[in-house]
């Protein structure tokens, strides 16, 4: 059994990258299915950078053979997808075109809820196999991380405008504060477990998240409206932090770098 639930989360991750790669360069048989309008190209690439971390985490766990590490991966997946559905959902029920697409994009959503309940099901029946400890510096940036994206959150749900440091429309700001919840639970499952095993996945999938956003965010800091340079400085400096940690901690510090340790 446990094979052919590693292969088929390493066939979800294939899918994952590839639709990362086909939205940040605005592939129309990839965005295409995505059902609410008002999308720019910047939300396009930020729709590709959550593929792109959902994919780098779900193959750190499977390259370390951390079946337990998906936990958080689902709870990730569940907190994002069940307020996806309800939101999808209502927008049928109030009459938002085109109807037949945000069917079949609710649908997936509860596909794909089925999916993180039973990977949330099978990963708790496994063991922790790396006894190292998530280092201090991880785990207080990631107190900042959590409290930074529930802040966020919640004025993007409250349609609070200019949160995001580009032009959104009040579906896409609930949409994309749902995905920043998802985030935060990730996060807080990270102190909950405060283990390296945890914790590499999700530097990994905010490593491939800084990728994808930073020369974007970067190459647009000279020509973007007053009202919205202080936000991207900001979230700038974030996603250059946040990706420094994660060199750091993945590829240099000597007690973390490497592969998880069985034992």
């Known amino acids: 059994m446990d094979p052919f639930v590693r292969a088929a989360l390493g066939v979800i991750a294939a899918v994952q990258a590839v639709l990362?790669?086909?939205f940040v360069f605005q592939v129309p048989i990839a965005t295409d299915l995505w059902p609410f309008p008002g999308r720019?190209?910047?939300?396009?690439i930020f729709i590709g950078s959550i593929f792109a971390a959902a994919a780098a985490s779900?193959?750190?766990?499977?390259?370390?053979?951390?079946?337990?590490?998906?936990?958080g991966i689902a709870l990730d997946c569940l907190t994002i997808l069940a307020p996806f559905t309800v939101f999808t959902f209502a927008q049928v029920a109030g009459g938002a075109e085109p109807s037949g697409h945000l069917v079949a994009f609710g649908l997936a959503c509860v596909a794909g809820l089925a999916v993180g309940?039973?990977?949330?099901?099978?990963?708790?029946?496994?063991?922790w196999r790396d006894r190292r400890p998530t280092p201090a510096p991880v785990r207080a940036s990631f107190v900042l991380f959590i409290v930074a994206l529930l802040v966020v959150a919640g004025?993007?749900?409250?349609?609070v405008?200019?949160?995001?440091?580009?032009?959104?429309?009040?579906?896409?700001?609930?949409?994309?504060g749902i995905m920043f919840l998802g985030a935060s639970a990730y996060f807080a499952y990270g102190l909950v477990e405060p283990r390296w095993e945890n914790a590499g996945g999700q530097l990994a999938g905010f490593l491939a998240y800084d990728v994808v956003l930073v020369v974007p965010f970067v190459s647009r800091l000279p020509t973007i409206d007053d009202?919205?340079?202080?936000?991207?400085?900001?979230?700038?400096?974030?996603?250059i932090f946040s990706g420094l940690l994660a060199i750091v901690y993945l590829?240099?510090?000597?007690a973390t770098r490497g592969r998880a340790r069985a034992g």
């Open 20 to 22: 990362a790669v086909a």
């Open 117 to 127: 309940l039973a990977l949330l099901a099978w990963s708790l029946r496994h063991p």
């Open 58 to 71: 779900t193959a750190w766990c499977l390259i370390n053979r951390s079946d337990r590490g998906f936990v």
């Open 40 to 44: 720019t190209p910047l939300t396009n």
């Open 155 to 159: 004025l993007l749900i409250a349609g």
């Open 227 to 239: 009202a919205l340079r202080l936000n991207l400085v900001v979230y700038t400096g974030v996603v």
């Open 161 to 176: 405008p200019n949160i995001i440091p580009w032009q959104i429309t009040p579906e896409l700001s609930v949409l994309i």
């Open 251 to 254: 590829f240099v510090h000597p």
